[in-house]
Antibody, heavy 115, light 106 residues
Framework: EVQLVESGGGLVQPGGSLRLSCAAS????????MTWVRQAPGKGLEWVAN??????ERNYGDSVKGRFIISRDNAKIYLHMSSLRAEDTAVYYC??????????WGHGTLVTVSS | DVQMTQSPSAMSTSVGDRVTITCRAS??????LAWFQQKPGKVPKRLIN???SLQEYVPSRFSGSGSGTEFTLTISSLQPEDFGSYFC?????????FGQGTKLEI
């Protein structure tokens, strides 16, 4: 059974940094693109970033470009978030592959940016 | 970036209704469009990709159509379990972009 488990969310002050992690089981993560998607409370979905199998290709949404970095190692994918703003408050989901081609999402981790 | 304009933003519906949700892309995205359903507190569930390819677990009352810039998701006869929010996603061009969502209230 495929499982994705996000961690690292929490309360952070504006301007601060946070690193999210996503651990996978039930499949070989290194074979797949991986994606982060977020959802602000009561709002819609926002595609955040993805990374290819060897980590050399990374793509970002406009609202996070230059502030967030997606990375991976053999076991996990990460989202390094810096210069955080109130509007980054959201549940962050990791997902296998491109999301349009996979049904596997984690349950999300909540990031709250507030003073 | 490709802007996805989804309409309506909300609908009050009844069981048995035929429901159509539309997504319009700001540029041609061919058939690189997916539809997701999300229920409150739950993870989004993929319904359709390639604009019209229904995932195997999705009831046949759901269908998708369109190509280029205009896309529709149709539910032929709404069931009580279909309440929730629906989102389109274009994956033709980075950054991928979602529509704003449609909330179905039954």
């Amino acid at each position: 059974e495929v499982q994705l488990v996000e961690s690292g969310g929490g309360l952070v002050q504006p301007g601060g940094s946070l690193r999210l992690s996503c651990a996978a089981s039930g499949f070989t993560m290194s074979w797949y693109w991986m994606t982060w998607v977020r959802q602000a409370p009561g709002k819609g979905l926002e595609w955040v970033a993805n990374i290819n199998q060897d980590g050399r290709e990374r793509n970002y949404g406009d609202s996070v470009k230059g502030r967030f970095i997606i990375s991976r190692d053999n076991a996990k994918i990460y989202l390094h978030m810096s210069s955080l703003r109130a509007e980054d408050t959201a549940v962050y989901y990791c997902a296998r592959a491109g999301i349009w081609d996979s049904d596997d999402w984690g349950h999300g981790t909540l990031v709250t940016v507030s003073s | 970036d490709v802007q996805m304009t989804q309409s309506p933003s909300a609908m009050s519906t009844s069981v048995g209704d035929r429901v159509t949700i539309t997504c319009r892309a700001s540029q041609v995205i061919f058939n690189a469009l997916a539809w997701f359903q999300q229920k409150p507190g739950k993870v989004p569930k993929r319904l359709i990709n390639g604009a019209s390819s229904l995932q195997e677990y999705v009831p046949s009352r759901f269908s998708g159509s369109g190509s280029g810039t205009e896309f529709t998701l149709t539910i032929s006869s709404l069931q009580p379990e279909d309440f929730g929010s629906y989102f389109c996603l274009q994956y033709n061009v980075y950054p991928y972009t979602f529509g704003q969502g449609t909330k179905l209230e039954i």
